[in-house]
């Protein structure tokens, strides 16, 4: 009866240990059955993943870049609309046509304006006017009198044209006046321009260089009216008061060709 109690007592502790650790089970591995099924299924997964995050960023990158344009395209329409409203005449090709030969295309707008003293937005701006027999500035008293402006005033030419794909402004200022204020007895104008003759260099009567309206210019095209909603030409005449501008710029992008299109109609204001 001992012995049949220790035994008793033993088994009992060993089922007590059992429970309190019980045995690790083994753990079985994928087969390779299993892993041909569930690898195709991941590599699925995360191709699909992969392409959504591309297709992301290419929206991404697209939409900046066509804002970019969008921006230098509305801010060339404005730059153009600004001196159309300040010209006194819309000049023909055929003036363009003398002064270089990249002038005589279609992709050229030729405005005549005001030279000033100032920017010719700052409200405190005077025109130049040309020196005359009538009303001459070629002194100190002439100047200070200011009778001169009963003259003619001096005018300036601005230029659009395009080269390869970029739009430039340029402005050309007449040479053969010129003006002193400390020794004025030579002046052929009575004042000194704001503007400045530009070019492609500085040198010689080009003081400064032509202004980069905008890059990446598929196309433009410039419409001449006589008023607004009538029939626009390619070519200015003497009655032309409305310029319109239809530009183009374009640009590649993840492989793709943004556009960025815009117009604006102006009238001059200042005849």
């Known amino acids: 009866m001992r012995f049949s109690a220790a035994t008793n ?9 059992r429970c309190i650790y019980p ?7 994928f087969t390779v059955v299993e892993m041909l099924v569930v690898i ?29 344009l969008t921006y230098t395209m509305e801010d060339a329409l404005d730059q153009i609309e600004q001196d159309v409203r300040l010209a006194t005449k819309v000049e023909s090709k055929a003036v363009a046509a003398n002064w270089a030969q990249h002038y005589a295309s279609d992709n050229v707008l030729i405005l005549t304006q005001y030279a000033t003293d100032r ?50 402004r340029r402005t050309i200022v007449p ?16 004042g000194q321009p704001w503007q400045q ?28 009216a006589t008023g607004f909603n009538q029939a626009a030409s390619t070519t200015p005449n003497d009655s032309t008061t409305v ?16 556009h960025a299109r815009g117009s604006m109609q102006a009238r001059r204001i200042n005849n």
Do not use: H
């Open 119 to 168: 920017n010719p937005s700052d409200p405190q701006r005077e025109l130049i006017y040309l020196n005359s027999q009538a009303s001459p500035c070629r002194s100190q008293a002439e100047l200070a009198a200011k009778l001169y402006r009963t003259n003619s005033p001096l005018t300036v030419k601005v230029v659009y044209f395009v080269q390869g794909t970029t739009l430039w």
């Open 40 to 68: 195709p299924i991941i590599v699925v997964v995360v191709g699909v993943l992969v392409a959504a995050l591309v297709g992301l960023l290419s929206s991404i990158v697209i939409s900046n870049q066509r804002g970019s």
């Open 175 to 190: 040479s053969q006046y010129e003006f002193n204020a400390t020794n004025p007895s030579n002046n052929t104008m009575c």
């Open 197 to 224: 003759s530009t070019c492609n260099y500085i040198g010689g009567t080009c003081k400064a260089l032509d202004t980069r309206v905008a890059s990446n210019v598929s196309s433009i095209r410039f419409g001449y």
């Open 9 to 17: 007592i033993r088994e009992r502790m060993q089922q007590l240990i």
């Open 23 to 29: 045995a690790q089970r083994q753990e079985r591995g």
């Open 243 to 258: 310029v319109s501008a239809t530009i183009d710029i374009a640009a590649l992008s993840t492989g793709q060709t943004i």
